[in-house]
């Protein structure tokens, strides 16, 4: 159990305690073996000293991880169906290992991680209350649609209520690389000198202060001239163990049959003069026959997630006591994310919860894992005061302007740019 009260919903980390030891010697078709040779010890109270020792200490753990059980909200026993995502031309990702075992992916490295991110977005004007710079970008305004002068005309500046919206930073999928940052003049420059310190001099200090989440949760200037990528200190992948996968099918019945046959020819004619199917546009009954239709889950569903501290203390400053601010910071950023208890609604078909309490360890380049304690009510505390206070020196180089505005033609200008194309974003 949790020591003391619960947190706000907005900063709850989930439940935690240990799994029983699963023996290496029987493991049924589908599981995945799990050993824990330390899951009998209690697990480390964490204090500041142990968090800057993994920051700093070359020779401590190499990472941290945590292996959930996952559940369906429908209580259905061992039926358990869910609905992964969709990709085009394979549908499901489904591998099937040596055994012949079906194994599902529910939710991608990079999806988890957009899930994750936008915990460290908030409103609040105080940036005392920030753990990360809030950079929002303005988009360009857009026809509200549903005035006479859009309907008439359908341009912006005759729109007698146009809409503009802007975006966090946060929320952009490729981070400080992605394409709306470089069609962002008054951001792009500086993003991109970020990204030639870090090429050049290996020096993170000025990605950590502008654009800190995307080291946190790794970036590709793919679209730069740096090139420069940076693996993820968190990841975190859900899969599903021995599926099977279902298909399912659907009938969309239209007004069709209540036409009489003038209307139904008026309209056939004018389907073939444009080159459209009438079920195309919902005029017509559309059968759909045979399409991914979930899949059932024999064995379990889990979410694993990893803190890379090999890859946290491969990042340097400028100087020796740079390089420790930089790493006490981004440590304590990534273990917010990944201590953080997300929602798992993950899509229609496939709403998940948390099956049992939470076990993480830490890992040591050989010997047993240690089991550590990142979820009680004390440990919260004392990772939301290192994040705090490891943010402090940053927050002096944040810089206004924190709002910016989207330029359609330096967007125009990517399309002439080549893009590197050498393998998959971090």
């Known amino acids: 159990m949790r020591e003391g009260r619960r947190r706000p919903a907005h900063l709850c980390l989930h439940p935690g305690a240990l799994r029983k030891e699963q023996s290496h010697h029987v493991c049924r078709r589908g599981s995945r073996i799990m050993t824990n040779p330390s899951s009998t010890s209690a697990p480390m109270t964490i204090t500041p000293d142990v968090l800057e020792s993994w920051a700093i200490a070359t020779d401590g753990p190499v990472a941290l991880s945590l292996t959930q059980e996952l559940l369906p909200v429908e209580l259905d026993g061992d039926h358990k169906v869910i609905y992964p995502p969709t990709y085009a031309d394979i549908g499901y990702n489904i591998d099937t290992l040596c055994d012949g075992t079906k194994v ?30 809030q950079i929002r970008i303005r988009l360009p305004k857009q026809c509200c649609g549903v005035c006479d002068s859009c309907r008439e005309k359908g341009k912006v500046k005759d729109c007698e209520h146009p809409v503009q919206t802007e975006r ?6 490729h981070r400080a690389a992605d394409a709306v940052v470089h069609a962002t003049p008054t951001l792009a420059g500086t993003m991109a000198s970020a990204f030639a310190s870090l090429r050049r001099q290996g020096d993170a200090g000025s990605l950590c202060a502008i654009a800190p989440t995307s080291l946190v949760f790794g970036v590709w200037d793919s679209r730069g001239v740096s090139g420069e990528k940076r693996p993820r200190l968190v990841r975190s992948i859900i899969r599903a163990w021995d599926v099977e996968p279902l298909t399912t099918s659907a009938q969309f019945n239209s007004v ?34 045979n399409t991914p239709g979930g899949v059932r889950v024999r064995g379990s569903i889990r979410r694993e997630v990893t803190v890379n501290l090999v890859a946290l203390r491969g990042l340097r400053g400028s100087s020796e006591e740079k390089t420790k601010e930089i790493r006490r910071y981004l440590l304590s950023l990534a273990l917010l994310a990944a201590t953080k208890e997300i929602p798992l609604y993950l899509r229609e078909g496939c709403h998940l919860r948390y099956g049992n309490e939470d076990a993480w360890f830490a890992i040591p380049r050989r010997g047993a894992a240690q089991p550590i304690d990142l979820t009680t009510t004390a440990a919260e505390d004392v990772l939301r005061n290192f994040a705090n206070e490891s943010a402090r020196p940053f927050r002096k180089q944040w810089q206004e302007p924190f709002l910016h505005d989207f330029d359609v033609k330096a967007a125009k200008k990517l399309l002439a740019k080549k893009v590197k194309n050498d393998g998959e974003e971090n």
């Open 104 to 133: 599902a992916l529910v939710d991608s490295v990079g999806a988890q991680a957009n899930r994750m991110e936008p915990m460290f977005q908030t409103d609040s004007p105080d940036r005392k209350d920030w753990l990360v710079p």
């Open 168 to 173: 966090s930073l946060l929320d952009l999928a």
């Open 256 to 289: 069709w049959k209540e036409l009489d046959d003038t209307l139904r020819d008026e309209l056939t004619k004018e389907a073939k003069k444009q080159k459209k199917k009438l079920s195309d546009v919902g005029l017509n009954d559309a059968p759909a026959t």
